[in-house]
C-alpha cells in the first residue's frame, strides 16, 4: 500500500480487516505414472498414498483419510473446512487426504493431480505459506520422483498448472467494493496481470459474505518468486480500494449503514431460526461493523463461527445429523449464544452509534 493510501484511511481500517486468508498450492505428479482420471490400478494408487503419509508423518502428525470408506458426511465436513476439493471426492476410488492437527496443512492424493499440498495460514504473507509447503514439497521429492520437463517444468493434468505448478490464494472480505459494485471493473484488470478472481469455494462458487479469492492463473513462464510479487501486488491495491470504499461507506451511509449493521446483528442474536443464506449476509453486515468500529471483536473468530455454521459443521457439533429445519433453529441458537458471549457493542459504543458520534 502506498503511504498516501495509508495517510487516507483512519486507524480502524486495518489490513487484517480485510484479507482473511493466505493458501499456496503446489500441484505434483509421479513420474511414468498415469494421471488420476486414467490410474486403473487401485493399488498402484494406494502405494502412493501409502509412500506419502509415512514421510510426512515422520516431521509432523497428519490424519489420513480414504475418501471411498469415508462416509459422505464426513466428506462434505472436510470440503466445508476447505481441506478438500470437488475433484478429491470425485474420484473417490483412489483419492486420499492427509490433513494436519491443526488443519494448516492438507495434500490431496489422486485429485486432478497426483499430488495437492496445501498450506494455509491467517493474514497475508504469502513468502512465508510458500516456503512452509516449499519444504514439504522437498520432503516428498526424496521419495517420489516427480513429472519434470526441463522446458515446461512440472507437468500437470491441467495446461494451466504447468510450469511451476503454483496457486498462491489469498481471501478477502470485501464488502465496500461488492456492495458498491465495484468489483465488475476490478475484475478484468486483474485477469490482464494473469490472476483470476473466485467466490470463498474456488471455480464456480458465489461470493457469499462478501468473500472473494484472488490468485494467479499463470503458472508457466514465471518464477515462483515473480507469482508471489505478482498475487501481493495486486492483494494490496485491492484491499487499499477496499479501504478507501469503506471509508467512504462510513462517510456516506449514516444512520442507513448503521441501522444495517446492528439490525442484523440484532436479527442473529435474537432469531429462532435462520438459514444459511441470510446467516452469511448478517454475519457479513456484522463483520463490516467491526471494521467500521462500530463494534469491538475479533474477525478471526467471526470467520470461525461462520465456518461452524455450515451444515456438516454444525451435524458435528450436534453430534448427529440433523433435518434442514432443525439446522436453521440449531444454527440461530448456537451463533446467537456466541455472538452474544463475544460483547461486540457494550452501553458507551452503542449510545455513542446513536448519538451519531
Not at 53 to 81: H, K, T
Not at 245 to 266: F, I
Not at 314 to 333: I, K, Q, W
Request: with cysteine.
Amino acid at each position: 500500500m502506498t503511504e498516501a493510501g495509508n495517510g487516507e484511511v483512519s486507524n480502524m481500517l486495518k489490513i487484517e480487516n480485510v484479507v482473511m486468508t493466505t493458501r499456496i498450492r503446489l500441484a505434483r505428479n509421479v513420474k511414468d505414472c498415469p494421471y488420476p482420471n486414467r490410474l486403473a490400478d487401485r493399488e498402484q494408487a494406494r502405494a502412493i498414498v501409502r509412500l506419502v503419509a509415512a514421510e510426512l508423518n515422520e516431521v509432523e502428525s497428519f490424519r489420513l483419510y480414504y475418501m471411498d470408506v469415508l462416509p459422505d458426511e464426513q466428506i462434505s465436513f472436510l470440503r466445508e473446512r476447505n481441506l478438500i476439493s470437488r475433484d478429491l471426492f470425485e474420484h473417490r476410488r483412489i483419492s486420499a487426504v492427509l490433513v494436519s492437527s491443526d488443519e494448516s496443512i492438507s495434500v490431496m492424493l489422486h485429485e486432478e493431480d497426483h499430488i495437492r499440498e496445501q498450506y494455509f495460514m491467517r493474514g497475508l504473507n504469502l513468502k512465508k505459506a510458500y516456503e512452509r509447503i516449499a519444504g514439504l514439497d522437498d520432503l516428498i521429492s526424496e521419495i517420489i520422483p516427480f513429472s519434470y520437463d526441463e522446458t515446461l517444468g512440472y507437468l500437470t493434468a491441467c495446461p494451466t498448472n504447468l510450469g511451476t505448478g503454483l496457486r498462491a490464494s489469498v481471501m478477502l472480505f470485501l464488502p465496500a467494493i461488492a456492495r458498491r459494485d465495484r468489483m465488475r471493473r476490478i475484475a478484468p484488470e486483474l485477469a490482464r496481470l494473469g490472476l483470476t478472481v473466485r467466490g470463498a469455494f474456488g471455480e464456480g462458487s458465489d461470493n457469499e459474505g462478501d468473500l472473494f479469492q484472488i490468485s494467479n492463473e499463470v503458472t508457466l513462464g514465471l518464477s515462483e518468486e515473480e507469482i508471489l510479487s505478482l498475487v501481493e501486488r495486486a492483494v494490496m491495491t485491492v484491499v487499499e480500494m477496499e479501504l478507501m470504499e469503506r471509508t467512504r461507506m462510513k462517510e456516506e451511509g449514516g444512520s442507513a449503514l448503521t441501522d444495517t449493521v446492528l439490525r442484523s446483528y440484532g436479527i442473529l442474536t435474537n432469531c429462532m431460526r435462520i438459514d444459511s443464506r441470510e446467516f452469511m449476509l448478517r454475519m457479513s453486515d456484522v463483520k463490516l461493523g467491526v471494521s467500521l468500529g462500530m463494534f469491538e471483536g475479533s474477525m478471526e473468530d467471526l470467520d470461525n463461527l461462520i465456518i461452524a455454521m455450515r451444515p456438516a459443521n454444525l451435524n458435528r457439533l450436534n453430534g448427529a445429523p440433523l433435518s434442514a429445519e432443525n439446522r436453521d433453529v440449531y444454527r440461530a441458537e448456537y451463533a446467537g449464544r456466541v455472538l452474544r458471549g463475544m460483547k461486540l457493542i457494550d452501553d458507551g459504543r452503542r449510545n455513542a452509534l446513536f448519538s451519531g458520534r
